[in-house]
């Protein structure tokens, strides 16, 4: 297993993104669809101009990249930020006429690319034809001073997309068509000496999909066949249900785990689960969270919250449960500092993960942030499923959506 020119660029070993978002050891030989790492999370927003400068003030992440009518593209502005090998891009419509305002006037704020790296773009195209998927974009090159792009695309849940890229001809700052940018917004600075601020979150762990009712399946056999992926965990009936909503999940995976996409469907229950409210108020399936990887997730969450940051709340009595303490045992630190930010913690046979999550980042209650510590464990908190849906359900009935 070899490390991405991303990650190097991010300062990342091997042993770091194996702690960071849980690696496996697999052998690419015989993968019909190989996938390096994930490529991009690519938003459309409402006001893409400040929705980049709120991610780099609030979430700490650098600019790098931006497309715009100053360099060619009339219809649209991008901004392309990173936080280690964790890659967003950030588009909004220019002129009145531009297909991204008929998206965000549907759907608001979101994800439309799950873009992927791959060292092949024309085998995985060939085999996902094969498979049956919707080849949105077939394979071309993309070319400019910096070097040339092999790109495709291909069809997923709801209109989001996944985006094959072949950048290993490439030296530029993204793709072609991007200008190199740099942050110029003031931040408090990292340690003494380091020249920038430290790193709020390293890489993307996985990004959670919400799919209608009874295609989630339809969906799981979609990335085993089209992509290759695994199947990695599967949480159904009373793992993921409170006393007024359910909802079932399972989760895919590359075979390095690089990649990790949960897929969720809502379940028949007494009142309307986070799933419904997402579906409703997105306007269709799209990707409900993106889970952000930090080596110091106490740290992290204090910075955020000074940033503005809000995160769903954890009763007391979560913490103070003598089963939650006797299941978790020994941590990196004390409940009560875990406590007294809100942060989860479950332990399974691998070992222990610390997460949070954040409330819904735009006006529409949809996407929103999780941010995870790994020690160990592969898993995705299913402990804390309970607990998180519980806080998830007070929140939609302030919003009067239960």
């Not at 490439?170 to 003494?192: D, F, M, S, W």
């Amino acid at each position: 297993m070899t490390l991405t020119p991303d990650e190097l660029k991010a300062d990342l070993t091997l042993e770091q993104l194996k702690e960071l978002v849980g690696l496996v050891e697999y052998d690419a030989a015989n993968d019909p669809f190989p996938v390096t790492a994930q490529d991009a999370v690519c938003f459309v927003v409402g006001n893409a101009t400040q929705t980049a400068t709120f991610y780099q003030l609030a979430l700490g992440m650098e600019l790098e990249a931006y497309r715009g009518p100053e360099n060619g593209c009339r219809d649209s502005k991008s901004y392309v930020l990173r936080s280690g090998s964790a890659r967003f891009v950030f588009t909004g419509g220019v002129t009145p006429d531009s297909p991204v305002l008929d998206h965000h006037r549907k759907h608001g704020d979101g994800v439309v690319d799950l873009a992927m790296e791959v060292p092949d773009v024309d085998r995985c195209i060939d085999h996902a034809r094969a498979m049956g998927a919707t080849i949105l974009v077939e394979p071309h090159d993309e070319s400019d001073e910096h070097g040339t792009v092999r790109i495709a695309a291909i069809a997923t849940y709801g209109e989001t997309r996944h985006t094959l890229v072949d950048r290993s001809r490439y030296t530029g700052p993204y793709l072609p068509g991007y200008v190199a940018a740099t942050t110029k917004v003031a931040r408090r600075e990292g340690p003494a000496g380091s020249g920038r601020p430290k790193r709020l979150f390293q890489a993307v762990d996985h990004c959670v999909g919400n799919v209608e009712l009874g295609r989630m399946d339809e969906w799981v056999t979609f990335y085993n066949k089209v992509l290759g992926f695994t199947n990695m965990a599967e949480f159904i009936g009373d793992d993921i249900a409170t006393d007024y909503s359910a909802l079932m999940s399972k989760v895919v995976a590359s075979g390095n785990h690089r990649v990790k996409f949960p897929l969720n469907e809502p379940a028949i229950a007494k009142k309307k689960s986070q799933i419904d409210e997402y579906l409703e108020f997105y306007d269709g399936a799209g990707c409900q969270h993106i889970a952000l990887a930090t080596n110091d997730i106490l740290r992290s969450v204090d910075i955020l919250r000074d940033n503005g940051i809000e995160f769903l709340d954890t009763p007391d009595s979560y913490y103070d449960d003598p089963e939650l303490r006797a299941r978790i045992g020994e941590v990196r630190v004390p409940i009560e500092e875990l406590k007294r930010r809100g942060i989860l913690v479950d332990r399974d046979e691998d070992g222990y993960l610390l997460q949070i999550f954040t409330k819904p980042m735009g006006d529409r209650p949809t996407v929103f942030y999780e941010f995870i510590e790994r020690h160990g464990s592969l898993g995705f908190g299913k402990g804390n499923f309970k607990a998180l849906f519980e806080a998830i359900e007070r929140e939609q009935e302030a919003r009067g959506n239960l």
